[in-house]
């Protein structure tokens, strides 16, 4: 079955407890599912029995490693979510990736939750480019010449639902954007533009 895919790239330090934590918290209550397993292995067999226990486990890299690759799910909700975190990302993007069922869309209230999920993660992890779409879709893009594309060193376009920070619509001017159903929310510099009603109206 094919998922529902949020990905978000950022170049702000994540390894923060506090962001951990409140990012948490926050998804655990739009969803309506608690975090149950977070992990360095998948399949996924470390139970979470506290938030601030889980928001430590995520900040706790090495101090020889350079990276941190984590995988987690949202008791039986069938969400789960990647984490792959950086000490340095001056050359990497830190990448926060939550991977819905597809029958989410099948519901307005579904709908609702992907777009709250969407505009709360960008508002904590301030990316310079969000995008959430089937992963099908997502998968698809290609570069012209036949090889897949690198999503976090490389702007494919815009997906279903996609946010560029104020470094990106000032390079491509907003006067581009005005052809686009695009908006801007109250605390988060850049635009969000939203295509259609779900992933699988829209025609690319």
């Given at each position: 079955?094919?998922?529902?895919?949020?990905?978000?790239?950022?170049?702000?330090?994540?390894?923060?407890?506090?962001?951990?934590?409140?990012?948490?918290?926050?998804?655990?209550?739009?969803?309506?599912?608690?975090?149950?397993?977070?992990?360095?292995?998948?399949?996924?067999?470390?139970?979470?029995?506290?938030?601030?226990?889980?928001?430590?486990?995520?900040?706790?890299?090495?101090?020889?490693?350079?990276?941190r690759t984590l995988f987690a799910k949202f008791g039986k909700s069938k969400?789960?979510?990647?984490?792959?975190?950086?000490?340095?990302?001056?050359?990497?993007?830190?990448?926060?990736?939550?991977?819905?069922?597809?029958?989410?869309?099948?519901?307005?209230?579904?709908?609702?939750?992907?777009?709250?999920?969407?505009?709360?993660?960008?508002?904590?992890?301030?990316?310079?480019?969000?995008?959430?779409?089937?992963?099908?879709?997502?998968?698809?893009?290609?570069?012209?010449?036949?090889?897949?594309?690198?999503?976090?060193?490389?702007?494919?376009?815009?997906?279903?639902?996609?946010?560029?920070?104020?470094?990106?619509?000032?390079?491509?001017?907003?006067?581009?954007?005005?052809?686009?159903?695009?908006?801007?929310?109250?605390?988060?510099?850049?635009?969000?533009?939203?295509?259609?009603?779900?992933?699988?109206?829209?025609?690319?």
């Amino acid at each position: 079955m094919n998922k529902i895919q949020v990905m978000l790239c950022s170049l702000t330090n994540m390894l923060d407890y506090e962001l951990w934590l409140v990012f948490l918290d926050d998804i655990e209550k739009i969803i309506g599912t608690k975090l149950s397993h977070l992990d360095t292995k998948d399949p996924i067999r470390k139970k979470v029995n506290r938030l601030e226990d889980a928001a430590s486990y995520v900040c706790d890299i090495g101090e020889l490693e350079n990276s941190r690759t984590l995988f987690a799910k949202f008791g039986k909700s069938k969400i789960e979510m990647t984490i792959i975190l950086y000490k340095n990302t001056e050359q990497t993007a830190n990448n926060i990736s939550i991977y819905f069922p597809q029958d989410i869309v099948e519901k307005k209230d579904g709908i609702v939750v992907l777009n709250d999920v969407f505009e709360m993660a960008t508002r904590r992890f301030k990316p310079f480019y969000s995008l959430c779409d089937s992963v099908s879709t997502i998968a698809g893009k290609k570069k012209s010449t036949g090889f897949s594309v690198d999503l976090q060193a490389e702007l494919v376009g815009v997906f279903w639902l996609t946010y560029f920070n104020d470094s990106y619509t000032d390079y491509f001017g907003k006067g581009r954007f005005k052809g686009l159903p695009s908006k801007s929310i109250d605390g988060i510099e850049g635009l969000f533009v939203r295509l259609g009603e779900t992933p699988f109206c829209v025609e690319m």
